[in-house]
């Protein structure tokens, strides 16, 4: 079995499982466990790093597409089928053959004898079926409870949850089977949520042990409890939590502690870093009575993964933190804080169970949700100390913000990012900017369109023309898009019409915390959403969103995008897409090959004029514009890497600073001489003309063939001797024409620059 045929069968939420024997990656959580009870390896999602070492991931955001496929089949991972979305797996944790074969018969009796089964330790089976509507993770406990107060259970696997399909189970070393065999996704028996507790209920009167009170378990809340009525105060919620020990004998399950989670997240829905925070430091107080701790990675990837609706609150966290603190705090106190009266104003102060009250009522009137909006006022103290403007390279990308990089396809869009991106990793000027900040910047490049080896041809390119080593790869980043797609946000469909931000969003911005990146360069930028390029309320949300990566991450967000056919250089309006886009950028530049017309008033073939590519600044909001054009030239850089049928090897272009020649370069000490040719006129005894019409006679010839101008150059220069006064158009009797002609003669030298 392979994630093709899963995927082929209609499976597509499919996660790579870390083999039994794996070897594991040093920096990783799961390396500590290696060799202990809780060694995760043969059932925990994981990626192979290029190392042959593996780590685990946060998997349960993961969209994935057929991409995954291969790249998971070449680390040789097992396969896992996330569970939810309408796919429920019967998971019945029963060790003895009497309570397996209970389960087995009550699973008939409610849902039939059609259900596949998959079995990895014997007699314990998992079944899978289809549920009609949203349900949500239930189990039952039973039996006897085991050294930290874990039963035996039967669950019912849904959000969040996950089974291994294929692979080899890491007790018995053994594969998985499938003794009923697994049939396509739109083949699997379709029952109500209600045949699920139907059955689940019956199994508590079945099996043995079941508790003094048999029930239900389930994860999470139903939609009909008040949320507004879970909220809580932080101080109050911290001090409760701060009360409450953090042992194996108050929380002895992995549920239990799951639930103290959801309480916090549900008590501070609105201060979601200080409801971290307090639960973090709750976590880092736990250890049982083996010595274990709670691994930080762990404990934040399951505070992601805590969603509401929720079930319980902050008068959950007061009545646990009443229960178990041995009087150091008292949950009336949660409810009725002093009230204080000012003075001045006759108002009272304080937070009484009324206010609560109060705001569930507020819960069914939106108008009542909505925050106040306030006109802040300003003082000149708020006006002192205000830290400047992060730039990071020159004055185009810029700390927290997004800047965009528009062209036509084939003027060397990437070369210019590799330079600049190298610029910044080596915190050396390349090309005509400067980065800025004082040290190495972290970069990373995420390209959507090429392949690896594609990018690692211009990265090779780009480090031996700008003669840079190892250290600049140190501090840069580089993905492709054919490795592992990006896409932060996509158009809903049917109800779920309007956008959605998808996984990829906070995966991106978890990655750019973690690497400390500073830049990141997104190209094309096309591909990094899932919306209509034209519709501007759809690409105001992509902006938004990349400017609350840029906020997130204390990062830059380079967006490389194309223009339309016949754009404008340094036209914000050319660039392809709705107008959103520039909006939502601080800075804009436009990249451009060298027109026709340019290439002629500087001497450059036309043939070659398309190495050339000029940046104009479209847009600055935050900077003075661009003084003037900056130019860029394309060289051809030999990697070497011929062999074979391709002896000749690859040729990559990179981006070079490049002056656009001014017509008096180089003029300086020829000036005079060249005047005084033009003074003693032409051998024939004719004068020069200004008049490129005079064929034969016209000046510009002489300047071209003289100082190595272009024709336009030289008209630059022709012009401003007449305007100056250098030399002047006067009649002259022609000897060969006979007649009077107009010809040029010198006017304003001084006699021994002209005479020697």
């Not at 048999?214 to 009909?224: N, S, V």
């Amino acid at each position: 079995m392979k994630f093709a045929d899963l995927w082929a069968r209609g499976y597509t939420s499919l996660v790579p499982i870390i083999p039994p024997t794996a070897p594991i990656s040093a920096n990783s959580t799961l390396f500590k466990r290696i060799g202990t009870p809780q060694d995760g390896r043969g059932k925990t999602p994981g990626i192979k790093g290029r190392d042959g070492n593996w780590f685990s991931w946060d998997w349960v955001p993961h969209v994935a597409d057929e991409t995954d496929l291969e790249r998971w089949q070449r680390m040789g991972a097992g396969i896992g089928i996330k569970t939810g979305s309408g796919l429920i797996a019967i998971d019945a944790d029963a060790p003895t053959e009497e309570n397996a074969r209970i389960i087995r018969d009550a699973i008939e009796r409610h849902l039939g004898g059609a259900l596949p089964i998959r079995v990895g330790r014997y007699p314990k089976a998992l079944y899978l079926c289809r549920v009609t509507d949203p349900y949500s993770y239930t189990r039952i406990d039973f039996g006897p409870r085991d050294d930290r107060g874990q039963a035996e259970r039967v669950e019912a696997l849904s959000d969040g949850r996950m089974f291994v399909a294929h692979g080899i189970h890491p007790g018995t070393r053994q594969p998985y089977t499938w003794p009923r065999d697994l049939v396509d996704y739109d083949d699997l028996p379709l029952f109500e949520p209600n045949q699920i507790d139907g059955l689940l209920q019956e199994l508590l009167t079945l099996l043995p042990q079941a508790g003094p009170d048999p029930k239900l378990i389930r994860e999470g809340a139903t939609t009909d409890i008040n949320q507004a009525a879970l909220r809580g105060d932080v101080q109050t919620v911290r001090r409760a939590v701060a009360a409450t020990p953090n042992t194996s004998h108050h929380f002895p399950s992995r549920e239990s502690y799951r639930d103290f989670g959801y309480a916090i997240k549900a008590a501070l829905p609105d201060h979601e870093d200080e409801a971290f925070e307090i639960y973090a430091s709750w976590c880092d107080r736990w250890e049982d009575d083996h010595g274990r701790t709670n691994d930080p990675d762990v404990y934040a990837a399951d505070w992601r993964r805590m969603k509401g609706p929720f079930r319980v609150g902050a008068s959950y966290l007061y009545e646990k933190a009443d229960a178990t603190s041995e009087g150091a705090f008292n949950r009336a106190d949660a409810w009725f804080q002093p009230v204080a009266r000012d003075e001045a104003t006759g108002q009272q102060h304080g937070t009484t169970i009324f206010d609560t009250i109060a705001e569930q009522e507020r819960e069914n009137n939106p108008e009542a949700q909505t925050p106040p909006i306030t006109a802040g006022r300003m003082t000149l103290d708020d006006l002192d100390d205000l830290p400047p403007r992060e730039w990071l390279y020159g004055h185009k990308i810029l700390r927290k913000y997004v800047t965009f990089i528009a062209a036509p396809g084939g003027v060397g869009k990437t070369a210019f990012t590799y330079a600049m991106a190298l610029s910044c990793a080596a915190n050396i000027a390349l090309l005509h900017d400067k980065p800025q900040g004082g040290r190495p910047l972290r970069v990373w490049l995420y390209n959507l369109e090429d392949d690896i080896i594609e990018l690692k041809r211009r990265l090779k390119a780009a480090l031996q023309h700008y003669d840079l080593g190892p250290a600049a790869l140190e501090n840069l980043r580089l993905n492709s898009g054919r490795d592992r797609g990006m896409k932060i946000v996509r158009t809903g469909t049917g109800t779920d019409a309007g956008f959605i931000v998808q996984p990829d969003y906070h995966l991106l911005i978890e990655e750019m915390k973690r690497e400390a990146i500073d830049v990141l360069i997104v190209d094309p930028f096309l591909r990094s959403h899932g919306v209509s390029e034209n519709d501007n309320e759809a690409q105001d949300e992509v902006m938004r969103l990349f400017a609350q990566i840029a906020q997130e991450t204390d990062a830059a967000v380079v967006l490389v995008h194309h223009t339309k056919k016949g754009a404008i250089a340094g036209d914000l309006d050319s660039m392809r897409g709705g107008s959103t886009q520039g909006g939502g950028a601080r800075s804009a530049y436009t990249l451009a090959p060298m027109s026709s017309e340019e290439a002629v008033r500087v001497g450059v073939p036309d043939e070659e004029r398309r190495m050339y590519v000029r940046i104009d600044d479209a847009k600055s909001n935050m900077a003075p514009p661009l003084a003037k054009t900056e130019w860029l030239k394309l060289e051809g850089v030999a990697l070497g890497n011929g062999a074979g049928a391709y002896a000749g090897g690859d040729n990559v272009q990179v981006a070079t600073p490049w002056q656009m020649p001014d017509a008096w370069d180089g003029v300086g000490d020829q000036e005079a001489p060249l005047l005084r040719l033009i003074g003693e006129g032409m051998e024939d005894g004719e004068r020069y003309s200004a008049r490129t019409q005079d064929k034969g006679r016209w000046v510009g010839d002489l300047v071209v063939a003289t100082l190595g101008k272009s024709p336009e150059q030289a008209k630059v220069i022709i012009a401003a001797w007449l305007k100056e006064g250098r030399i002047e158009t006067r009649e002259y009797q022609s000897k060969t024409q006979r007649k009077t002609r107009k010809g040029l003669y010198v006017k304003s030298v001084a006699a021994e620059d002209v005479f020697g």
